[in-house]
């Protein structure tokens, strides 16, 4: 179980996380990883730190947007040039534990599996107020589309499958659309149920944005999966009660 994993970390204006982040990656047990930065700010200010940290470890390659695109597209691009058999994400404010790829490729491969996701902690920044959400397995579209159940940090990915899907072009819910679109390819998301990362929830981020959720939400049902208005409306108001109540 030695071989090539490709990380992914997109970078948007997280300079007070981001060390954390990839000291988490590079301190991994399994070490055979390289390490895909994508600088997606048009500002280029953080840039010099971002480099200092990638000339530390020959395994950090960065690619820097002229300008900003969005974390989705931004995957794209590292997915397109990724060495690895596996592709994993994290966000750059996340963190992992220090076991995390090594148990996930080990459950991967004894299991045959070609996407897998695990449990994870919702922090604050000082790691108080925490909140298990708990992996489970998703098998058709119909069991992931009321609730995006994901945790993107926590995903890992066979390349060999990754040509067939890519990111959407969206604000949030591009990870959402990303997982429907693999399911619909009959392509099955498994479940390890080990907490193996911790989700950093900042209040500026676009993801704890919910007015943003909505309107992605729409587009996901109505865009990206081709439901009717009156069917796109339905299932918007699923998906917002489903986020409403995990986040009580």
């Known amino acids: 179980m030695n071989k090539l994993i490709s990380v992914i970390i997109p970078y948007y204006k997280k300079l007070q996380y981001v060390k954390s982040t990839i000291d988490s990656v590079l301190n991994q047990s399994y070490k055979n990883l390289e390490i895909i930065i994508v600088y997606d700010d048009s500002n280029k200010k953080d840039l010099e730190f971002i480099n200092s940290i990638a000339s530390k470890d020959k395994r950090i ?122 399911l619909k390819y009959g392509n099955k998301i498994y479940s390890l149920n080990e907490c193996l990362t911790y989700w950093q929830k900042t209040e500026n981020s676009l993801s704890s944005n919910f007015f943003q959720k909505i309107f992605d939400g729409y587009r996901v049902y109505r865009n990206y999966m081709n439901y009717s208005i009156i069917k796109s409306l339905i299932y918007l108001f699923i998906l917002s009660k489903n986020y409403l109540f995990k986040n009580l």
């Not at 794209?76 to 963190?95: H, L, P, Q, R």
């Not at 790691?127 to 589309?145: G, Q």
């Open 61 to 182: 390659k960065i690619l820097v947007n002229p300008n900003n695109i969005g974390a989705g597209l931004s995957r794209n691009k590292a997915m397109k040039i990724s060495e690895g058999e596996f592709v994993a994400f994290i966000d750059a404010d996340d963190t992992w534990h220090e076991k995390k790829i090594e148990h996930q490729i080990k459950y991967m491969e004894m299991n045959n599996i070609l996407i897998s996701h695990t449990d994870y902690m919702i922090v604050n920044s000082k790691y108080s107020n925490k909140s298990l959400r708990t992996a489970k397995d998703f098998k058709t579209v119909y069991d992931l589309i009321g609730s995006c159940d994901i945790g993107l940090s926590t995903a890992i990915i066979s390349k060999k499958i990754l040509h067939k899907v890519q990111f959407p072009p969206l604000k949030t819910k591009e990870d959402f659309v990303f997982w429907l679109n693999h």
